[in-house]
Nanobody, 124 residues
Framework: QVQLVESGGGLVQAGGSLRLSCAAS????????MGWFRQAPGKEREFVAS????????YYADSVKGRFTISRDNAKNTVYLQMNSLKAEDTAVYYC?????????????????WGQGTQVTVSS
């Protein structure tokens, strides 16, 4: 069992930056592939980024590639999402998720555990 708690959301102007954190409970954090998803009002939850547990390989949605960076610190049981050059369309609730799949994955159904989400609002 893994419990996930996101933090770091807030209000930022377009072009600005935020860093989201996701703290995980459990000693097996390093065995999980981690991902970030987001959900805007009236839209489905969509993939943002993922990082594998073994080699730290990463995978990004085209919409955030080059602007967002996912990383993990297994010693701190934490995964991060550095978001730069934010746009109004990045406004959403951002969710952290954990998966037992070995490689970075964009498929929502591959994720077994989810956090409660943190709101990111980008003003234009």
């Amino acid at each position: 069992q893994v419990q996930l708690v996101e933090s770091g959301g807030g209000l930022v102007q377009a072009g600005g930056s935020l860093r989201l954190s996701c703290a995980a409970s459990g000693r097996t954090f390093r065995s999980y592939t981690m991902g970030w998803f987001r959900q805007a009002p009236g839209k489905e939850r969509e993939f943002v980024a993922s990082i594998s547990w073994r080699y730290g390989s990463t995978y990004y949605a085209d919409s955030v590639k080059g602007r967002f960076t996912i990383s993990r610190d297994n010693a701190k049981n934490t995964v991060y999402l550095q978001m730069n050059s934010l746009k109004a369309e990045d406004t959403a609730v951002y969710y952290c998720a954990a998966s037992t799949v070995l490689t970075a994955t964009a498929y929502l159904n591959n994720y077994n555990y989810w956090g409660q989400g943190t709101q990111v609002t980008v003003s234009s």
